[in-house]
């Protein structure tokens, strides 16, 4: 609670991590596994059967109980094939989200109990917002709140560039083809509705803030002048790296964690990116850390070649800010690149 309270205190977006930080828990949250690690939800039911199955076969007579109605007990053995088969495919996606409203609902008290601080901190933050107005502090004209859909596409194109030792070495080609083969169509229509949806938000949710235009000190400004904008085609072209990009991150994250939770990140990352009208890297931290952190990888030699970027990185940045300052005509003083 206390992490939390002084996350949305230093910045009040951060009570969208501090939610998803809940609803994680929530995920993977089950006090029947607590003895049992390996016990499913959908395991409940499947014992439910079995104790159906067993009433089944109490009757008055010892002979009734070695003879169960042969109706009853294909009903029962078919209700738990069907539970069995329930279990089994519960790694898809809809079972996921069956599966995780189903434990919220059945221990709603307990998760209210367990996860009351984070209730607390939300009811503190909406005390706030109505205290405040807005849940901006200072210019809030400069901070309003607009549709940028487009500031999705930029952080999925940054994160796999800063992890790119994880998506082209070359292990990891053929598996991103051969999973392409083997579900053509569909993969054919994921790409059809990322890049719709990816060529819409370009062209209609696009917001060129002003602070970006005016402030040439930091590097998004020369990249919005020189990468995005540099033709009136580029921003279009852009979009199937984006959408790759976001492939590739589904892709990294569903190997350690289940689809439920990707799709909480995902929505994590709309909900603080989009209402967010300047580019600026600092947006793009956190949810850079929850994809870091959740890349499940032995390969230490990604890992090696990816401290490696981060270094070279460092030191550009250093040198640009200690080596390169400059001055402005209409402001007295040393000006510096940073990020």
């Not at 206390?2 to 910045?11: D, E, H, K, P, T």
């Not at 083969?181 to 993969?187: A, E, G, Y």
């Amino acid at each position: 609670m206390q992490l939390g309270s002084f996350a949305v205190f230093i910045r009040q977006t951060n009570i969208i991590w501090v939610l998803f930080v809940a609803s994680s828990g929530v995920i993977n949250y089950s006090p029947v596994r607590k003895n049992n690690p390996q016990l499913h939800v959908s395991d409940l039911s499947i014992r439910k059967d079995k104790q159906l199955a067993s009433n089944v076969g109490i009757t008055g007579g010892s002979k009734l109980r070695k003879r169960r109605p042969r109706k009853a007990v294909d009903n029962i053995s078919h209700s738990t094939q069907r539970s069995s088969t329930s279990a089994t495919c519960s790694s898809g996606f809809i079972e996921e989200i069956q599966d995780t409203f189903l434990t919220a609902w059945l221990l709603k008290w307990e998760l209210l109990v367990s996860f009351s601080p984070f209730f607390l901190v939300l009811v503190a933050f909406v005390a706030f917002v109505c205290w405040n107005g807005s849940i901006v502090l200072g210019a809030k004209e400069a901070h309003a709140v607009s549709p940028h859909f487009a500031q999705l596409m930029y952080f999925s194109l940054v994160s796999t560039l800063f992890v790119a030792p994880f998506q082209f070495t070359l292990p990891y080609a053929p598996v991103v083809v051969q999973s392409f083969r083997k579900s053509r169509l569909p993969s054919c229509f994921q790409w059809f509705i990322g890049l719709t949806v990816g060529f819409l938000s370009v062209h209609f949710f696009s917001v060129a803030h002003p602070y970006l235009l005016a402030d040439n000190r930091h590097y998004t400004f020369y990249i919005w002048r020189k990468v995005i904008n540099a033709h009136w085609s580029t921003k279009y072209l852009l979009v199937p790296f984006y959408v790759y990009s976001w492939f590739s991150i589904f892709s990294i994250l569903a190997k350690a964690q289940k689809k439920v939770w990707v799709l909480a990140y995902f929505l994590a990352c709309a909900a603080v990116l989009i209402p967010t009208p300047l580019i600026e890297f600092r947006y793009y931290t956190i949810p850079f850390f929850f994809l870091v952190l959740n890349s499940q990888t032995d390969d230490y030699k990604s890992w090696l070649l990816m401290g490696i970027l981060y270094i070279a990185v460092n030191i550009f940045t250093m040198f640009m800010f200690l080596s390169r300052p400059f001055s402005w005509n209409h402001e007295s003083g040393i000006q510096r690149f940073i990020w």
